[in-house]
């Protein structure tokens, strides 16, 4: 694959674990990298103990600058940075997490690139991956494009495919596009430096938009279909988790689940109810269906399978509301 080269200056903006391939790939190509921008340092754990981001370690691991600021609507950013008299020849944004204002935009040679996990227009937004999943979608994949002032809405230089696999979790297809970008990144770099590739206008009326994931996403409703409550699962894996709530109150974290058509003598029980439960999986009547599941987490516990779940809990008379 054809490098760039040491007199090529990338800076690069991004935060959390899917950005490091990005910047990786931008390091393995020879270029100068003289600014990494990433989000500041936050309590994370249960000791709340102050934390970097993925990509800050990853920068400090290759001797590369790193600033942290909380905003970046001050252009005099760029003395504090040493950058004032010659800016990169281009930064790369990838899941950085804060909007870049038009002084950013219009500051390197050749302009800003964003990499975005979803195939542009579908999905904008901050959730892309797990939107797909909860979509349905058959396939999703990576764009890379010229960035501007709207919301990924900027046109697309190249973007790949992938298929998403029925059982696939957020987290499986996170490494995969995160891979996959790095790779679409390091074939692109050249000819961007050149100034040899022409993005494609977005068709703004295909848009379709991934709002930020909330904790509270993740309450199972079982008056949903079992084939959207399956879809959520696997969406909201590993973070934030889908819960069902019994109406005691308890909690029981669902890790892994599957939708199955309901027996003939389920047909008037309320959903929420269980149905079934044995060593293949604990059956949930829905509004459409049976969620079976298939991996389960009780409070103060660790994950584990139906069979152990059963094995400690008696799930007679429980009801999910």
């Known amino acids: 694959m054809e490098g760039v080269g040491a007199a090529a200056r990338i800076a690069f903006a991004g935060t959390p674990a899917f950005a490091v391939p990005a910047l990786e790939a931008i390091v393995a190509s020879g270029a100068s990298v003289p600014l990494v921008l990433t989000q500041p340092d936050r309590p994370a754990g ?56 038009k002084w950013v935009l219009d500051w390197p040679v050749r302009g800003c690139v964003n990499l975005h996990a979803s195939l542009l227009p579908r999905w904008r937004g901050a959730a892309p991956i797990q939107h797909a999943i909860l979509a349905g979608d058959d396939e999703t994949g990576v764009s890379l494009m010229r960035m501007d002032a709207g919301l990924d809405t900027g046109p697309v230089y190249r973007s790949r495919r ?14 995969r596009l995160a891979a996959l970008g790095a790779e679409l990144l390091a074939e692109a770099l ?53 819960y069902a709530e019994d109406r005691d109150g308890r909690v029981l974290r669902v890790h892994a689940a599957e939708a ?9 029980v309320r959903p929420g109810r269980i149905v079934a439960a044995g060593r293949g999986g604990i059956d949930v009547k829905t509004g459409d269906g049976v969620l079976r599941l298939l991996r389960v987490q009780p409070p ?11 094995a400690a809990h008696s799930v007679d008379g429980v009801e999910f509301v």
């Open 260 to 268: 199955l058509p309901a027996p003939a003598d389920a047909a008037d």
């Open 190 to 242: 050249p000819a961007l430096l050149r100034g040899e590739l022409e993005p494609v206008p977005q068709d703004d009326a295909l848009a379709t938009y991934a709002p930020k994931i909330a904790k509270a996403d993740a309450r199972l409703d079982f008056r949903k279909p079992a084939a959207r409550l399956a879809r959520e699962v696997r969406a909201y894996q590993p973070w934030p988790v889908s």
């Open 162 to 175: 992938v298929l998403i696999e029925p059982t696939q979790t957020a987290g499986d297809l996170h490494d």
């Open 46 to 101: 249960r000791g709340r103990r102050l934390t970097p981001p993925p990509v800050k370690e990853v920068a400090l691991a290759h001797g590369l600058p790193v600033a942290q600021p909380r905003s970046l609507a001050d252009p005099d950013l760029v003395g504090e940075w040493g950058l004032d008299t010659r800016p990169p020849d281009l930064l790369v944004v990838v899941a950085y997490g804060l909007l870049l204002p």
């Open 300 to 310: 103060s516990s660790r994950a584990m399978d139906a069979a152990a779940y059963l």
